[in-house]
């Protein structure tokens, strides 16, 4: 079996061939915000998750025309291929490239294995913070939330119906013994524990110790045999806030084709903290 959209990943030397490609931009997006100015690919340009994709007040994402000018600025047209790679296995690559699918911009790809990858292999790396002259991008009409994202109160009607959840979170965090990750702060959230009827299936399972994404026969093991879901199922994934599920968002519909995936980006962080929510605690077996 092949991945059923192989063309969404790159390698370092389709990034090599395509750097001066003016049809191309090149995207860092990491965790560490601090990374990029340490070095980046050459041509990259720097996306962080929170200041340029998240609106600064209200838990949302910006508005149609704070997109278009962030793509104005980076010299990204509507026609543009942008791809993505950063830290953390791409977490935050994937993440930044669920939000532009969000404004409808389809032309993305990932550099599969991200910084560490290019990194390790000894490959250039430039602190010079590159240049592009403005382009014009139309405010998008709409924000594609009912098509790829989710609402605290449509993950209820699914763990409700018994339709497809999958916790992306660590087995600590989905059996509710912490609730945060393991080295990362606690964001105050109240309870800990899972959506009931979910599955877990922590995103690292997707990946090779390289952080490249492992083959269609191994993940489709993982998540259709492992939680028993099908290709055109309605299917959610959450995590605590967006980022991890964006991965394993990414890996089901580009690599394995699915398609009717939606990331609830509210996620433990939301749920959590909300009254009355229902949880569950301990282990599932899918």
Not at 2 to 23: C, F, G, R, S
Not at 214 to 230: H, P, V
């Amino acid at each position: 079996m092949n991945y059923v959209h192989p063309e969404v990943l790159v390698d370092a030397a389709w990034i090599e061939a395509h750097q001066n490609d003016p049809k191309v931009r090149i995207i860092e997006s990491n965790e560490d915000i601090l990374l990029y100015d340490t070095g980046h690919i050459p041509g990259a340009v720097h996306i962080d998750w929170r200041r340029d994709l998240q609106d600064p007040v209200m838990r949302d994402y910006i508005s149609p025309g704070a997109f278009a000018e962030l793509c104005r600025k980076n010299g990204i047209a509507p026609d543009t291929t942008c791809v993505f790679y950063g830290d953390k296995s791409n977490w935050w690559a994937c993440y930044a490239l669920w939000a532009f699918r969000l404004f409808g911009h389809d032309k993305v790809k990932i550099l599969n294995g991200g910084r560490d990858k290019w990194i390790a292999e000894k490959r250039p790396l430039t602190r010079e913070k590159p240049s592009y002259p403005p382009t014009h991008y139309p405010a998008p009409t709409e924000r594609k939330d009912h098509e790829i994202r989710a609402f605290a109160n449509e993950a209820l009607a699914q763990s409700q119906q018994r339709k497809p959840l999958i916790d992306v979170r660590s087995p600590g965090e989905f059996i509710g013994e912490i609730t945060h990750m393991p080295e990362y702060p606690q964001e105050g959230v109240l309870r800990g524990g899972h959506i009931p009827h979910a599955c877990s299936v922590p995103w690292k399972t997707a990946v090779n110790d390289d952080g490249t994404f492992k083959s269609a026969d191994a993940l489709q093991k993982i998540y259709t045999e492992g939680c028993q879901i099908k290709p055109d199922e309605d299917i959610i994934v959450y995590c605590r806030i967006g980022e991890r599920s964006s991965h394993t968002w990414f890996v089901l519909t580009y690599l394995l084709g699915y398609e009717n995936v939606r990331n609830y980006d509210g996620s433990w962080t939301e749920w959590g903290n909300q009254v009355r929510a229902p949880i569950e605690r301990g282990a599932r077996t899918p």
